[in-house]
């Protein structure tokens, strides 16, 4: 039983294409999250969503839009992909503060 | 501007040996204290966590040691194993906060040798 689980987790695309990344987690957690590890393991938050409502947006291109349909799903869709671009995007969900990660997507642009 | 600071970068250690990586932060406003531990090729996973009402919290081999007034938090790995070999990272949020986001520190690569 994945408690958060991502799809693709791989996904190779040329510049400027329009990729989307697709999260759910069956925690009941009312609380989701996208970071970003970029090359050198560094992990930063991008975007928060309590009960499907945005609450953090930590500087993210507007290139990146993140949708909640419901309080178990969250999902990423880039526009324009560039090169910068490249990394490991995680989903995550949380209760009091106890983040769970799923098993990540590994996105290469080319 | 980095606000949780983590060191060593990087770590190797005997199998049975103590590993200590050490973590400083900034802001006072942080009250939860997580550690995660990352395989190559997996999401960070949640180690073990602390909050600054006590100055200890131990889970098996694993300990941390909190330090309020320095803003200082170290995990110990005793009799490390060869399983242990990762990368992990301190985080620190606000507890009660509204999206409780995660700022990580930059990672240490352990290797334990047998």
């Known amino acids: 039983d994945t408690a958060v689980s991502q799809t693709p987790k791989y996904l190779v695309t040329q510049m400027g294409n329009d990729k989307s990344i697709k999260c759910e987690q069956n925690?009941?957690?009312?609380?989701m999250y996208w970071y970003k590890q970029d090359s050198k393991k560094f992990l930063k938050i991008m975007f928060s969503?309590?009960?499907?409502?945005?609450?953090i947006n930590e500087t993210v291109p507007n290139r990146f839009s993140p949708k909640s349909p419901d309080k178990a799903h969250l999902n990423l869709h880039i526009n324009s992909l560039e090169l910068g671009d490249s990394a490991v995007y995680f989903c995550a969900s949380s209760l009091q503060a106890r983040a769970f990660f799923g098993q990540g997507t590994r996105l290469t642009v080319v | 501007q980095q606000q949780v600071k983590q060191s060593p970068q990087s770590l190797i250690v005997q199998k049975g040996g103590i590993s200590i990586i050490n973590c400083a932060y900034e802001n006072t406003a942080f009250d939860y204290f997580p550690w995660y531990q990352q395989f190559p090729g997996k999401g960070p996973a949640l180690l073990i966590a602390?909050?600054?009402?006590?100055s200890e919290k131990k889970e098996g081999r694993f300990t941390i040691s909190f330090n309020k007034s320095a803003k200082q938090f170290s995990l110990h790995i005793m009799d490390s194993q060869p399983g242990d070999s990762a990368t992990y990272f301190c985080?620190?949020?606000?507890?009660?906060?509204?999206?409780?986001?995660?700022?990580f520190g930059g990672g240490t690569r352990v290797l334990v040798k047998p």
């Open positions: 602390i909050r600054p009402d006590v």
């Open positions: 925690l009941g957690h009312d609380t």
């Open positions: 969503y309590n009960n499907k409502e945005l609450i």
């Open positions: 985080a620190a949020t606000t507890f009660q906060a509204a999206g409780n986001k995660l700022t």
